[in-house]
Structures are given as C-alpha cells and as structure tokens.
C-alpha cells in the first residue's frame, strides 16, 4: 500500500512540474495548427487577438507591480522612521 501511494504521489508531483519548452518548437506547433485549420484571414484575426491578450495582460501585471511596489516603498519608510526613533 505505501509503495503505491509513494508512487501515486511522484506521478502528481511530476504531472505539476514545469516542463522545459523550446520556443522554435512551440512556434513551429503554433503555425502548423493556425495553417492546418484556419484560412490566412482566420489566421491574422487569431495572431491580432493574442498580440491584443498579451498586450492586456502585461499592462495589468505592470499595474499591478506598480501598486506593489508602492506599497514596499511605504513598508520601507515606515521601517526607517521607526528605527530612527528607536
């Protein structure tokens, strides 16, 4: 039972790691599935809906950073002040 079990669990830990991906790889899958199922129209309307996604996403993670940052740089003045009082 405890040899199943340690083997239950490196089959999830190993279905959870990251695996490496090459990006030539995953650029040569991507066209040949857009080429494969959609015309060159379809295939331009897909790359401008990504581009557009990833252009949202990463303005939202800036933002978000932005907001972070600023609350470490208010975490770090209070340290200060406090130690400078002590």
Do not use: P
């Not at 990251?18 to 857009?34: G, N």
């Not at 959609?38 to 309307?45: A, I, L, R, V």
């Not at 897909?46 to 470490?72: F, G, H, N, P």
């Amino acid at each position: 039972m405890l040899r199943h079990l340690k083997n239950y669990i490196y089959k999830l830990e190993s279905y959870f790691v990251k695996e490496t991906v090459i990006k030539e790889d995953c650029a040569i899958k991507v066209v040949h599935l857009l080429r494969r199922d959609f015309n060159s129209q379809e295939q331009n309307d897909i790359l401008l809906d990504i581009a557009s996604k990833l252009s949202q996403l990463r303005d939202e993670d800036m933002v978000r950073m932005q907001k972070e940052y600023t609350k470490l740089q208010k975490d770090t003045l209070c340290l200060k002040s406090r130690l400078c009082t002590n």
